[in-house]
């Protein structure tokens, strides 16, 4: 490797460790081995995203914590059994590090991992009970309504961050018990596919939510994003993405799709240039004129 390559290297490997240190859902500096994944990995930000979960848990049962972590060293294996991704090899060796550091502080006895699922479930039932979910959400669309909170923003920050927190280590809890078992009590699955309908705000976006419902945000309504997001709509004539490609429910498949899948772009920046691109799209349409709303279309798209 060139003087300069190695330069760009530690530059981007910098960048990397600066973006991951901000306040996620998860409302913390990441530390430790969660944030760390390597990009090579194909679901990088899953496995990101159970080892967030097993951080915020880990005081509340370890054991559990024990669990993600398993699971999360799992998933990197079968994404590259043999490490010849790059950071491959060394985030392994840490997270193995960090797993058997979490069953050196077990309490004594065996471990029966027969009995993981079980535990899963349980705690799911007992987070969600101590974190009084079922009225986490209703509290803060009430305080948001009362207009309260106007004199103090601070109360809304705190239960916003609180309920993200909240719904985010759920989400996790219930991936990867969707991940480990095909078969789960009916009652239980019902509780997760309710909770996770609760996570709409958990898609990291900057101003636009393109990728998610939501009904806090009535930018993405607005006729001009919705010409502008109409504009860069999948081409006929190109190449179908594959089926198991993920497409969010919110939105059709567009010409960042495509560059993603060809080029193996990372999928936040995806994101982040998409948002970019329909923002500054939606900004010179308003400047020749607001669209039909019934049929959006951006005049200078358009217009031969």
């Known amino acids: 490797m060139s003087g300069a390559e190695e330069l760009w290297e530690r530059l981007v490997r910098a960048a990397l460790r600066s973006e991951r240190t ?8 990441v530390t430790g081995i969660a944030g760390n994944v390597p990009s090579s990995l194909e679901n990088n930000r899953d496995i990101d995203s159970i080892l967030r979960a097993a951080d915020e848990i880990e005081d509340e049962d370890p054991n559990v914590s024990r669990i993600l972590c398993e699971h999360a060293y799992s998933q990197a294996q079968n994404l590259d059994p043999n490490s010849e991704g790059r950071g ?4 392994k060796t840490g997270l193995m590090s960090v797993i058997k550091q979490k069953l050196a502080k077990r309490e004594v006895g065996m471990i029966d991992r027969g009995q993981d ?29 009362s207009g309260v909170f106007s004199g103090n923003l601070g109360e809304l920050e705190r239960k916003t961050v609180k309920r993200k927190r909240v719904f985010a280590t759920l989400k996790v809890l219930g991936l990867v018990l969707q991940q480990l078992t095909k078969d789960m009590p009916e009652e239980m699955t019902r509780m997760i596919e309710s909770d996770a309908a609760m996570t709409e705000d958990l898609i ?13 945000n009535a930018v993405v309504a607005f006729p001009e994003v919705q010409a502008a997001v109409l504009s860069l709509k999948y081409f006929q004539g190109l190449p179908s993405l594959p089926a198991d490609f993920p497409i969010p429910s919110t939105r059709a498949a567009d010409m960042f799709d495509f560059l993603h899948y060809v080029f193996g772009f990372q999928k936040d920046n995806v994101s982040n240039q998409r948002e970019n691109i329909v923002h ?17 279309v951006c005049h200078f798209v358009s217009s031969p």
């Open 204 to 216: 990291a976006y900057n101003i636009i939510p393109l990728d998610l419902q939501t009904i806090t």
């Open 22 to 29: 901000r306040a996620g859902a998860f409302a913390g500096a």
């Open 117 to 145: 699922i079980a535990r899963l479930q349980e705690f799911y039932k007992l987070y969600r009970e101590r974190n009084r979910v079922d009225t986490l959400k209703e509290e803060e669309k009430k305080l948001r309504e």
């Open 88 to 91: 491959v090899l060394q985030f």
């Open 280 to 296: 500054l799209l939606a900004n010179e349409q308003s400047r020749l004129g607001i669209p039909d709303a019934s049929e959006p």
